[in-house]
């Protein structure tokens, strides 16, 4: 395989790691990727395996729908890590972390997470990309409320995302009824 002058392997481009719980992924994330996808050659979105979160959905559930939903783009490498993502990046040929940023409310959580992966590996940078005005407001902790009381989110996550959450909550289909004195 051809090399730098570093010795790196040239071939894979431009790498990124976009790394999250994506529990579950939502058109958010998936927007990051796709515009990640402008500047990189390849992006590996990487799952974190913390328990300590209590996930809603197990890893291998998160897996399988993000690789279900990137099966036909074989720019989008699908994996999961556990322990420090920094050690999990140094087993790649990335350099950055590619992470999304909605509203200000992000940035001091994500300061502080850059700002200790900076010092723990001073090769590495992290890219912030502003999420696009449709998504601002998504996240996966809010899908999954509103997907619990039985809201709609179709459109802000892909369908199987709400196929997978509708199975989880078990949830009735809500009757529409009349409210008067007498309920
Ligand atoms: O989608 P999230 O939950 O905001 O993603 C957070 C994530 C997974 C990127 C972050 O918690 C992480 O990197 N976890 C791995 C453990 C680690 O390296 N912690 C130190 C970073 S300050």
Do not use: C
Request: proline share 4%.
């Amino acid at each position: 395989m051809a090399k730098n002058k570093k010795g790196e392997d040239k071939d894979m481009g431009r790498v990124a790691i976009y790394p999250g719980s994506f529990d579950p992924i939502t058109y958010g994330h998936i927007d990051i990727i796709e515009r990640g996808l402008e500047i990189f050659d390849k992006v590996i979105l990487a799952i974190a395996e913390n328990e300590e979160k209590r996930p809603l959905f197990s890893v291998e559930d998160r897996l399988r729908m993000v690789k279900s939903f990137f099966k036909d783009n074989p720019n989008v490498i699908v994996d999961s890590f556990k322990g420090l993502l920094v050690d999990y990046v140094g087993k790649t040929n990335a350099k950055v972390i590619l992470r999304g940023l909605r509203a200000t409310s992000d940035f001091e959580y994500e300061f502080h997470m850059a700002s200790m992966n900076r010092s723990l590996n001073t090769h590495l940078d992290t890219l912030f990309m502003m999420t696009s005005k449709d998504y601002f407001f998504v996240s996966s902790r809010t899908i999954k409320e509103v997907a619990r009381l039985g809201g709609a989110v179709e459109g802000l996550v892909p369908d199987l995302v709400v196929r997978r959450l509708k199975e989880k909550f078990k949830l009735p289909v809500p009757k529409k009824r009349q409210i008067g004195w007498d309920d």
